[in-house]
């Protein structure tokens, strides 16, 4: 398929899943800093852990970065221990908060105002954070147009053969990010739809006759467009 026809396409398939499944509403936070701490604590786990771990520390009024650096470490980690890898994590949350401090005195919303590229560059920067972490930050907590790419997207893709099996998370992202308007809304909820399909139906065991995207059409396979 040629790049000029990939956006009708994937809107056809956003517009397929958001008439079967509904709006999504995701990310659940209630600032930019808990959809951070979030997208940080959910490496690896499931969601549910990590709800488990931010009322932890709503509990222990640990939800603000100032509050994170001052926390006995040992505290720290039991909160964030039902996301797992909490060592790490709590490493994590420490350095992103650190530099937050650091380079911006605290102040989230100008770390966050600024333009997409440099803001993408410098999350990937932090030790912890990722593309999936750094595009989630970019999408749900500064409201910037980064598509964010996990494993359902990947294996939803590959397996109507819209994409390689062995796509990479970069060259999958341009694959949206080129071909789909800039539009915040359009990013958080085509994301959150897709992992609502994995969880519903791209399973282990697929259920794709239940699978809205098992009645849409099958098309050749996406152009991608090779990172550099």
């Known amino acids: 398929m040629k790049g000029g026809r990939r956006g009708p396409f994937l809107l056809d398939v956003f517009h397929t899943l958001l008439a079967a499944l509904g709006p999504q509403g995701w990310w659940p936070a209630e600032t930019p800093f808990e959809v951070i701490v979030g997208a940080i604590l959910t490496q690896n786990t499931a969601w549910k852990n990590v709800t488990h771990a931010i009322r932890r520390l709503k509990e222990h009024d640990l939800l603000e970065p100032e509050k994170i650096l001052e926390a006995d470490l040992e505290t720290l980690q039991r909160c964030v221990q039902p996301a797992g890898f909490f060592n790490q994590k709590s490493r994590y949350l420490v350095t992103f908060c650190r530099h ?22 410098e999350l990937l920067s932090l030790r912890g954070i990722g593309a999936e972490t ?50 915040v809304y359009l990013f958080q909820e085509f994301h959150a739809l897709l992992v609502r399909v994995g969880h519903l139906f791209c399973r282990r065991t697929p259920r794709c006759r239940e699978c809205p995207l098992e009645r849409h059409p099958r098309e050749q396979s996406l152009e991608v467009r090779r990172s550099t």
Request: proline letters at 8%; glycine letters at 6%; aromatic letters at 12%.
């Open 100 to 121: 937050l401090l650091s380079r911006y005195g605290g102040n989230l919303s100008l770390f966050l105002s600024q333009d997409l590229d440099p803001l993408r560059k």
């Open 134 to 183: 750094a595009d989630s930050i970019l999408l749900y907590a500064a409201g910037k147009p980064s598509f964010v790419v996990d494993a359902y997207t990947r294996r939803i893709f590959s397996a109507h053969g819209w994409v390689p099996p062995t796509i990479g998370y970069e060259a999958l992202r341009q694959v949206f990010m080129d071909a789909l308007p800039p539009d």
